[in-house]
């Protein structure tokens, strides 16, 4: 690692735009994998002001394509930046900002999908949980139609302390459609109140810190982004395993226009089905016709504790699936 007064100098020399980049590698963005590139450095500089001071720091980030954020990283003064870059395409333009930056990019083939991090940074940045967060950030623009399944992957990393977060309350400032971006900060009541605010909320301070007018990708898609920065909690706040706290959320949000208590029925079989949504009600203090929307962090929390509770008392209970009982119904139909 370069010495402090070395970080605080280093600048990128000078190299073609990203929209040169484009051209001389012939890039175009692909609609089947949700590509939009991001081509204003003035915001590609302020995502990267927002994940906070990197001096010094080491960077995952994901989806670089053509390495718009990646020079904006590069600049910021990082001790390393790690880039996992499925698309073979975007590796040449990439490669010349490893060689403008000897020794501080590391370009990684791969799927983040499937990249293990957390052996990818020394040891010796791994902090207490309880501790500051550690010097290790995520940054990344996705693309679209991998932005939901890898929060979803990344939070249930927070809730095992594995993944990125072996290192400690790792933070992440990543892009997302602006409705998903609403949808994890959204409050309680709030319209956009969905699974994914439960599911992230419960873990980590979220924060939709701004928003990119479509207008500036290219190609332009159909809406704008929202740029989301994610702290993880020390202390969750519900205490239960990832799984049971997703199956509790998803079975409520699946009928959101519904009364709470039509969701919640659905963890339970057909047979004694209105008498154990009663009882999980009762003893969670919820009110029945509360809808999904008006559900708080707390009353998600006494209803995992109690429908943990009966999980325990019925060891068959948490496997049980309302589709398949549904599927097997109508096959002896």
Not at 142 to 167: H, M, Q, R
Not at 229 to 247: D, G, M
Request: glycine content about 6%; hydrophobic content about 40%.
């Amino acid at each position: 690692m370069a010495a402090a007064g070395k970080l605080n100098t280093l600048r990128l020399p000078p190299l073609p735009t990203i929209r040169e980049i484009i051209k001389l590698f012939k890039l175009q963005a692909q609609k089947q994998l949700s590509q939009n590139f991001l081509l204003d450095l003035r915001l590609t500089d302020k995502i990267v002001r927002k994940a906070g001071n990197l001096t010094g720091a080491y960077v995952y980030e994901v989806g670089p394509g053509p390495g718009g954020i990646t020079r904006s990283i590069l600049n910021a003064n990082v001790a390393e930046l790690l880039v996992v870059e499925k698309d073979t395409r975007f590796i040449p333009g990439l490669q010349m900002l490893s060689d403008a930056a000897p020794g501080k990019l590391r370009i990684v083939h791969g799927d983040v999908l499937t990249f293990k991090i957390e052996n990818a940074f020394p040891e010796s940045l791994k902090r207490q949980w309880e501790d500051d967060p550690p010097n290790v950030h995520i940054i990344g623009n996705l693309p679209f139609s991998v932005s939901t399944p890898l929060i979803i992957k990344w939070l249930e990393n927070v809730s095992c302390l594995d993944g990125p977060f072996a290192y400690g309350r790792t933070q992440m400032t990543l892009t997302f459609q602006k409705e998903v971006a609403e949808r994890l900060t959204a409050n309680t009541g709030g319209k956009q109140r969905s699974r994914l605010s439960i599911m992230a909320q419960y873990l980590c301070h979220v924060q939709h810190v701004f928003t990119i007018p479509g207008q500036a990708f290219v190609p332009k898609p159909e809406v704008d982004v929202g740029v989301v920065h994610f702290t993880p909690l020390i202390q969750p706040r519900i205490e239960q395993p990832f799984k049971l706290v997703e199956k509790v959320v998803q079975s409520v949000f699946q009928f959101r226009r519904k009364y709470c208590y039509r969701g919640l029925g659905m963890l339970f079989p057909e047979d004694g089905r209105v008498e154990s949504t009663e009882r999980l009600l009762r003893l969670a203090d919820v009110d029945p016709t509360l809808r999904p929307c008006h559900l708080s962090l707390a009353h998600f929390q006494r209803l995992c504790d109690v429908y943990r509770e009966m999980c325990e008392e019925d060891p068959g209970l948490f496997a049980y699936n309302f589709r398949e009982e549904l599927k097997q119904n109508k096959s002896r139909a």
